[in-house]
């Protein structure tokens, strides 16, 4: 008896391995993977100016990264006695204005490093929401508690989000053009937008980003397994793409939302608020991550890596036993030659 309907995935190309360097940006799910790619040591960082939940957010902190595009005392601003910008999360407040700056500039310094190096880019779009200053026009990545009459809120077009990631996708490659780039949609609800809004955003983020799987399969002369063809690019913004080809190489998909939503078609696997994906989903996604973008002969050193990581966790009875004392040195000895092909793991 079949009592789930399974997404069919396939392994990836140019997988993940020990020495593949990764950047992790978007909503609050890439940090659920961040984690579990921390937990197993591989060389990673996310989100250097924390959770950012639309492509517009997104784009902005790449385009200010590799442009270099400094941050100045007229774009941060004070709220209840912390110095915050709308660019970025609350995670880098600051109690001066001088040191927020800082802070804001040490990430872009972070993000432009990290992308100019990475051999994996994973980038997670949360919501096709934005909010926009009504006095600038600006739109914002993290509204800070601002009074909700400041802003206007606007759902993206599948025009816009697609521009948005085509901008993505070329300021990448102007400065790496080997890194893999892994686009996946959140399966968190952003139920304050309504249960209808959060789907008719959910349906725009996922058509734009299939439009450009869609360009790059036709680009790259790849045969399509799509049962729906979606209009190129140029005639959904009405416009010819500026991209050679070749900028699409390196463009995947992963279903996190679509295994949440197929596979996973139950409030058990729901967090107590009923709109983050609990523990248990969050391993049976990781699973499926790992199955398709992480190297099989990598398993068992991440088996070994997880025994460390659970005999660290151990709280023993008697931590002056003498068997504790064994079991110790042999958790010591076994990170020992990890690090011996691992030099960078830090337990």
């Given amino acids: 008896m079949k009592l789930q309907t399974t997404?069919?995935?396939?392994?990836?190309?140019?997988?993940?391995?020990?020495?593949?360097?990764?950047?992790?940006?978007?909503?609050?799910f890439v940090e659920n993977i961040e984690k579990k790619l921390d937990y197993f040591k591989f060389q990673s960082v996310q989100n250097p100016f924390g959770i950012l939940f639309h492509p517009m957010g997104i784009e902005n902190l790449i385009v200010r990264a590799i442009e270099n595009?400094?941050?100045?005392?007229?774009?941060?601003?004070?709220?209840?006695?912390?110095w915050l910008c709308f660019d970025a999360h609350s995670n880098l407040t600051a109690t001066s204005k001088e040191q927020l700056i800082l802070n804001l500039n040490g990430a872009l310094k972070q993000t432009k490093e990290q992308i100019t190096k990475a051999?994996?880019?994973?980038?997670?779009?949360g919501t096709a929401w934005i909010y926009r200053r009504r006095d600038?026009?600006?739109?914002?990545?993290?509204?800070?508690?601002?009074?909700?009459?400041?802003?206007?809120?606007?759902l993206l077009s599948i025009n816009e989000i697609v521009k948005s990631l085509e901008q993505v996708i070329q300021l990448?490659?102007?400065?790496?053009?080997?890194?893999?780039?892994?686009?996946?949609?959140?399966?968190?609800?952003?139920?304050?937008d309504g249960f209808v809004e959060n789907q008719l955003s959910k349906a725009h983020l996922i058509a734009a980003m299939h439009q450009l799987i869609s360009f790059r399969r036709s680009k790259m002369n790849e045969k399509s397994k799509d049962t729906l063809r979606f209009l190129?690019?140029?005639?959904?913004?009405?416009?010819?793409?500026?991209?050679?080809?070749?900028?699409?190489?390196?463009?995947?998909?992963?279903?996190s939302y679509e295994l949440m939503m197929d596979e996973l078609r139950d409030y058990r696997f729901y967090a107590k608020d009923m709109v983050h994906p609990n523990e248990l989903a969050i391993d049976y996604i990781w699973e499926k991550f790992k199955h398709v973008w992480i190297l099989d002969k990598l398993?068992?050193?991440?088996?070994?890596?997880?025994?460390?990581?659970?005999?660290?966790?151990h709280r023993p009875f008697n931590p002056e036993s003498e068997e504790h004392q064994k079991f110790l040195k042999s958790i010591q000895r076994k990170i020992a030659y990890l690090k011996e092909s691992h030099p960078f793991m830090e337990f």
Wanted: aromatic share 8%.
């Fill in 7 to 28: 997404i069919p995935l396939e392994k990836a190309s140019n997988q993940i391995d020990y020495n593949s360097k990764l950047l992790l940006l978007g909503s609050c």
């Fill in 69 to 82: 595009k400094k941050y100045t005392k007229e774009e941060v601003f004070k709220n209840k006695g912390q």
């Fill in 119 to 125: 051999t994996h880019i994973v980038i997670t779009l």
């Fill in 136 to 154: 600038s026009g600006k739109i914002v990545a993290n509204c800070h508690k601002v009074p909700q009459k400041e802003f206007s809120k606007e």
């Fill in 172 to 192: 990448i490659s102007t400065c790496n053009t080997q890194a893999q780039l892994i686009f996946t949609i959140s399966p968190v609800r952003h139920l304050k």
């Fill in 232 to 255: 190129p690019v140029a005639e959904i913004t009405n416009e010819i793409s500026n991209l050679p080809p070749e900028n699409y190489r390196n463009l995947n998909y992963f279903e």
């Fill in 299 to 313: 398993y068992p050193t991440m088996d070994e890596v997880d025994t460390i990581q659970k005999g660290l966790r």
